[in-house]
Each structure stands twice: as structure tokens, then as C-alpha cells.
């Protein structure tokens, strides 16, 4: 059974930066589809950004521009680099992943998810 932990969450001012670590144990990212999912009290979870196992990433157009993922096969870490953070970025991030040949941009299809670590960004 894998298992996602989460870091790196935290209290910024608007404008702010901040990256998010997600250590991965008992599988291998290079034939997972990772991605970083949020969820806003009285919201459904919603993908942020999703990586396949080639590399290509896909983006929500909230983020675009200002979030980046990426992946160290070295270490099996996840990142998400974080920047120009706004109030409505407010969330609790996590980390998921699932064995998918295809990467949907859907938090549905994850089964592996990490507890997940609180962004919080103030005005």
C-alpha cells in the first residue's frame, strides 16, 4: 500500500509564495499519474494540477501561470511551486495518485491520497 505525506502548508499574506512537498512511499512515480488536488470547506475537491508519467502536466485555469508541478524520481517527491498566492487559493491541499495509463484531470480516479496540508492566504 503506498503512502502520500504532505508538507510544506502554511499561513502567507496575499502575494505570497509557497511549496508544497508530498513524500511518496511504496510505489514509483515514474508509472504513476500524481497530482494536487484542494478542497474549501462546502466545496467539492478540485484538481490544481495533475503530471502523467511522461512528464506532460495539465493545469487548472485558476493556477496557470502561477503554480508549477513537478517530480524528482531521485528522492520520489511531488512539488507544487506556488506563487502570487491569493486569498481564493485558501484550501487543504493533497497529494494523490493513481496506477492510470491516462491522467485525468479529476480528482475520480485517484485512489492513493495523502491527509492532506492547509494553505492558508491573507488579505
Known amino acids: 500500500q503506498a503512502q502520500l505525506v504532505e508538507s510544506g502548508g502554511g499561513s502567507v499574506q496575499s502575494g505570497g509564495s509557497l511549496t508544497l512537498s508530498c513524500a511518496v512511499a511504496g510505489a514509483t512515480l515514474g508509472r504513476q499519474c500524481m497530482g494536487w488536488f484542494r478542497q474549501s470547506p462546502g466545496k467539492e475537491r478540485e484538481a490544481v494540477a495533475v503530471?502523467?508519467?511522461?512528464?506532460?502536466?495539465s493545469y487548472a485555469d485558476s493556477v496557470k501561470g502561477r503554480f508549477t508541478i513537478s517530480r524528482d524520481h531521485a528522492k520520489n517527491m511531488l512539488y507544487l511551486q506556488m506563487s502570487s498566492l491569493q486569498t481564493e487559493d485558501t484550501a487543504m491541499y493533497y497529494c494523490a495518485a493513481g496506477p492510470m495509463a491516462w491522467c485525468p484531470f479529476s480528482p475520480d480516479f485517484f485512489n492513493i491520497w495523502g491527509q492532506g496540508t492547509q494553505v492558508t492566504v491573507s488579505s
Open positions: 503530471i502523467a508519467s511522461d512528464g506532460s502536466t
